[in-house]
Nanobody, 115 residues
Framework: QVQLVESGGGLVQPGGSLRLSCAAS????????MGWYRQAPGKQREWIAS???????EYADSMKGRFTISRDNAKTTVYLQMNSLKSEDTAVYYC?????????WGQGIQVAVSS
């Protein structure tokens, strides 16, 4: 099984930055595509970004320019750098790992953007 643990969330002021981390237990981490999703209260879970095993990133259009996804295969960790945060970014953020048609999810971590 793949276990995913998110960290780095918390409270941040509008315009601030935050870096989320997702540590994976799988020793074959480098074979998984990784992604970040979020879910705000009363909203559906939405895709933020993903990164292929090769390191190639993809972003939702609304996230381009503010969020950056990266991975460190040696540390079996994927990161999400979030800049210029807005109150609308307040949500629970989830880490995702995918291989073939199988998806694994972390428990989620709260990010609150407020003054």
């Amino acid at each position: 099984q793949v276990q995913l643990v998110e960290s780095g969330g918390g409270l941040v002021q509008p315009g601030g930055s935050l870096r989320l981390s997702c540590a994976a237990s799988q020793r074959l981490f480098s074979l998984f595509a990784m992604g970040w999703y979020r879910q705000a209260p009363g909203k559906q879970r939405e895709w933020i970004a993903s990164i292929r095993p090769s390191g190639h990133p993809e972003y939702a259009d609304s996230m381009k320019g503010r969020f950056t996804i990266s991975r460190d295969n040696a540390k079996t960790t994927v990161y999400l750098q979030m800049n210029s945060l807005k109150s609308e970014d307040t949500a629970v953020y989830y880490c995702n790992a995918q291989r073939a048609d199988t998806n694994y999810w972390g428990q989620g971590i709260q990010v609150a953007v407020s003054s």
